[in-house]
């Protein structure tokens, strides 16, 4: 009783903003500020690894930025006026921030009464004896940390126990998870990399524009020069506790640990943050400064934050339409013209087979003529695209066909199971429009799946799934449009054959 009575006390105080939580004690007296961001809601959504794609990824909880969805850009962000971040940060942190889905004993591990909560720490990697950083996160920074299919331990990635009460008294650090006591809470740490370079806003992988930096000085490699300020993740659990064996992510075991940010703060706090904390070897968390510092800021400082583009994105290539136009090559058909020369009588025209000689074939023939002039030798002449207009034979004319205009397609989940997947056409015109399919695998047709939907198997593991996509209708050119690839695919460990996922 008395344990529930200390988390109630603490959970309440926590939801209603009067602070009772410690800063932990590893993050004291650190160059550095701390934002408590709460939950805004779970979704089988990722706008970084599945932009404008609805459920297709696993469970994520979601942090910061309100109402976050597949759509989720910069833009959005920077359109918000407040956010789920505490402690005078709600109007200056409009990021969104998410990890995957704790799950204990089978069951998803989530409530918005303030008892779980995602503490971003941002810090100048190296303590007070690390290089000072470049300059605050460019607005609309993209980056995962963590790996999702690693099999083994991430040094990035931390478990420890906290007490509930007393959240300075911390132990049982682990790269798995720990088994807390009833008066302790489980905590994830997650380490981002602190490196840009300097040009992109993603990449394809989400990672390769960021590296860490290293050494004693923790400097950034040449190809990542920009130093920024490194964000760490802490998830706290208020009152999950238990053991280590019954907690499980939505990604799979302890170390498919991972997390997602994109970045949107204000540029002048921002600015302000880095130069009166993290520059000066200041520790900035609500215990130590009430406020964010104010101070001079330059226009660099500023202007800094809007660098940085989006990575070039490769589209996928629509099948070529072929077009056949008349080439004086000697594989191309012949057609011949004869105009007898001395008569006003219709021409007699003849095929030819496709051969390069001007001699006809014995087997061609000849129309008969209203009146047959027996003196006259016909002479064959080849006919170019060029020809005269004199000639009088009229030539086999192939229809004009229309151009159909499509959607690239997108991939979605169907129904409660993200093991079956379907494809939505998007806007094809002038409709109706008839649609064929072809499943992909690495780019590559998965024989017999040709259906509009496709069920995930063990085969997919580790590869990219697509669609193409073939529309049709009379009288105009075939389309093809082929979807982004989603992977690599992961199964969890639980997610056996007999479960409903084909061993094929």
Same mark, same amino acid.
């Given at each position: $009783?008395?344990?529930?009575?200390?988390?109630?006390?603490?959970?309440? /105080?926590?939801?209603?903003?009067? #602070?009772?939580?410690?800063?932990?004690?590893?993050?004291?007296?650190?160059?550095?500020?701390?934002?408590?961001?709460?939950?805004?809601?779970?979704?089988?959504?990722?706008? #970084?690894?599945?932009?404008?794609?609805a459920g297709m990824s696993h469970m994520h909880s979601f942090f910061g930025a309100k109402g976050v969805n597949e759509n989720t850009t910069a833009s959005s962000l920077s359109a918000a006026t407040s956010s789920q971040c505490g402690s005078y940060y709600d109007g200056i942190d409009l990021s969104a921030y998410w990890i995957p889905t704790l799950y204990k004993d089978g069951q998803q591990v989530y409530r918005d009464d303030g008892s779980i909560q995602l503490r971003a720490y941002y810090k100048? +990697?190296?303590?007070?004896?690390?290089?000072?950083?470049?300059? +605050?996160?460019?607005?609309?920074?993209?980056?995962?940390?963590?790996?999702?299919?690693?099999?083994?331990?991430?040094?990035?990635?931390?478990?420890?126990?906290?007490?509930?009460?007393?959240?300075?008294?911390?132990?049982?650090?682990?790269?798995?998870?720990?088994?807390?006591?009833?008066?302790?809470?489980?905590?994830?740490?997650?380490?981002?990399?602190?490196?840009?370079?300097?040009?992109? /806003?993603?990449?394809?992988?989400?990672?390769?524009?960021?590296?860490?930096?290293?050494?004693?000085?923790?400097?950034?490699?040449?190809?990542?020069?920009?130093?920024?300020?490194?964000?760490?993740?802490?998830?706290?659990?208020?009152?999950?506790?238990?053991?280590?064996?019954?907690?499980?992510?939505?990604?799979?075991?302890?170390?498919?640990?991972?997390?997602?940010?994109?970045?949107?703060?204000?540029?002048?706090?921002?600015?302000?943050?880095?130069?009166?904390?993290?520059?000066?070897?200041?520790?900035?968390?609500?215990?130590?400064?009430?406020?964010?510092?104010?101070?001079?800021? =330059?226009?660099?400082?500023?202007?800094?934050?809007?660098?940085?583009?989006?990575?070039?994105?490769?589209?996928?290539?629509?099948?070529?339409? $072929? =077009?056949?136009?008349?080439?004086?090559?000697?594989?191309?058909?012949?057609?011949?013209?004869?105009?007898?020369?001395?008569?006003?009588?219709?021409?007699?025209?003849?095929?030819?087979?496709?051969?390069?000689?001007?001699?006809?074939?014995?087997?061609?023939?000849?129309?008969?003529?209203?009146?047959?002039?027996?003196?006259?030798?016909?002479?064959?002449?080849?006919?170019?695209?060029? +020809?005269?207009?004199?000639?009088?034979?009229?030539?086999?004319?192939?229809? =004009? /066909?229309?151009?159909?205009?499509?959607?690239?397609?997108?991939?979605?989940?169907?129904?409660?199971?993200? /093991?079956?997947?379907?494809?939505?056409?998007?806007?094809?015109?002038?409709?109706?429009?008839?649609?064929?399919?072809?499943?992909?695998?690495?780019?590559?047709?998965?024989?017999?799946?040709?259906?509009?939907?496709?069920?995930?198997?063990?085969?997919?593991?580790?590869?990219?799934?697509?669609?193409?996509?073939?529309?049709?209708?009379?009288?105009?050119?075939?389309?093809?449009? =082929?979807?982004?690839?989603?992977?690599?695919?992961?199964?969890?460990?639980?997610?056996?054959?007999?479960?409903?996922?084909?061993?094929?």
């Amino acid at each position: $009783m008395r344990t529930a009575l200390r988390f109630l006390l603490a959970s309440i /105080l926590v939801a209603t903003g009067l #602070i009772v939580v410690q800063t932990p004690a590893s993050a004291a007296m650190e160059p550095s500020f701390v934002v408590t961001c709460y939950p805004t809601g779970i979704a089988k959504n990722d706008p #970084i690894v599945f932009p404008g794609q609805a459920g297709m990824s696993h469970m994520h909880s979601f942090f910061g930025a309100k109402g976050v969805n597949e759509n989720t850009t910069a833009s959005s962000l920077s359109a918000a006026t407040s956010s789920q971040c505490g402690s005078y940060y709600d109007g200056i942190d409009l990021s969104a921030y998410w990890i995957p889905t704790l799950y204990k004993d089978g069951q998803q591990v989530y409530r918005d009464d303030g008892s779980i909560q995602l503490r971003a720490y941002y810090k100048r +990697a190296g303590g007070p004896d690390g290089e000072p950083v470049d300059q +605050a996160w460019p607005r609309g920074l993209k980056i995962i940390a963590g790996d999702m299919h690693a099999t083994s331990a991430q040094s990035e990635v931390l478990y420890f126990c906290a007490n509930t009460v007393d959240t300075g008294s911390q132990g049982k650090a682990s790269s798995q998870f720990p088994s807390c006591d009833s008066d302790e809470t489980l905590v994830a740490k997650l380490q981002f990399p602190d490196c840009w370079d300097g040009k992109y /806003l993603d990449s394809a992988d989400h990672k390769s524009h960021m590296a860490y930096s290293s050494g004693s000085g923790n400097t950034c490699p040449s190809d990542h020069p920009v130093k920024i300020a490194q964000l760490t993740f802490e998830a706290w659990f208020y009152g999950v506790n238990g053991s280590g064996s019954s907690f499980s992510w939505a990604s799979g075991g302890p170390y498919s640990f991972h997390g997602d940010v994109m970045s949107m703060w204000q540029p002048r706090p921002a600015a302000n943050l880095v130069k009166q904390c993290i520059n000066v070897a200041f520790d900035c968390n609500i215990f130590n400064y009430t406020d964010i510092p104010v101070g001079p800021v =330059t226009q660099a400082q500023i202007d800094a934050q809007y660098t940085g583009v989006e990575p070039p994105v490769t589209s996928p290539t629509p099948m070529p339409s $072929m =077009t056949m136009s008349p080439t004086a090559s000697a594989t191309a058909s012949t057609s011949m013209t004869m105009s007898p020369t001395a008569s006003a009588t219709p021409s007699t025209s003849m095929t030819m087979s496709p051969t390069a000689s001007a001699t006809p074939s014995p087997s061609m023939t000849m129309s008969p003529t209203a009146t047959p002039t027996p003196s006259v030798s016909p002479t064959p002449t080849r006919t170019s695209p060029t +020809a005269s207009p004199t000639a009088t034979a009229t030539p086999t004319t192939t229809p =004009t /066909l229309g151009t159909l205009t499509g959607s690239t397609p997108q991939l979605k989940a169907l129904g409660n199971s993200i /093991l079956r997947i379907g494809v939505d056409v998007g806007n094809w015109q002038p409709a109706p429009v008839s649609f064929t399919y072809q499943w992909l695998r690495n780019g590559s047709p998965i024989a017999g799946e040709t259906a509009s939907t496709y069920d995930l198997s063990w085969a997919d593991q580790g590869n990219y799934i697509s669609v193409r996509v073939t529309g049709s209708k009379a009288g105009y050119a075939s389309l093809t449009r =082929t979807s982004r690839s989603i992977g690599p695919i992961w199964f969890p460990s639980w997610a056996q054959p007999s479960n409903g996922l084909k061993a094929v």
